[in-house]
Nanobody, 117 residues
């Protein structure tokens, strides 16, 4: 069982930046990903990083603005977000070791709120 803890959310102005962190209770073998869910909307996959190779994939909605990275020594994945927009406002969740798109479907964190105004 993998426990995930996100941090780094907050309130920023349009055009600002934030870095989210997701620390796992143990090393991940396959992947870690980031999702978000805005009020009244479904959960949206944003980015995934594959643990061994370190390569990443992004949703069209965030490619070029968001960057996912990992620090294996710390069992931590990061989501660097820049040029934030009001439509980026959502609860952001970390996922790990899932088989669905963006590493979803298995372990989830509790979420961290991002508000852009």
């Amino acid at each position: 069982h993998v426990q995930l803890v996100e941090s780094g959310g907050g309130s920023v102005q349009t055009g600002g930046s934030l870095r989210l962190s997701c620390t796992a209770s143990t090393s991940t073998r396959n992947c870690m990903g980031w999702f978000r869910q805005a009020p009244g909307k479904g959960r949206e996959g944003l980015a995934v990083i594959f643990t061994r190779r370190g390569d990443a994939m992004y949703a069209d909605s965030v490619e070029g603005r968001f960057t996912i990275s990992q620090d294996k020594a710390k069992n931590t994945a990061y989501l660097e977000m820049r040029d934030l927009r009001p439509e980026d406002t959502a609860m952001y969740y970390c996922a790990a070791e899932g088989l669905e798109a963006y590493c979803g479907g298995n372990y989830w964190g509790q979420g961290t709120q991002v508000t852009v105004s």
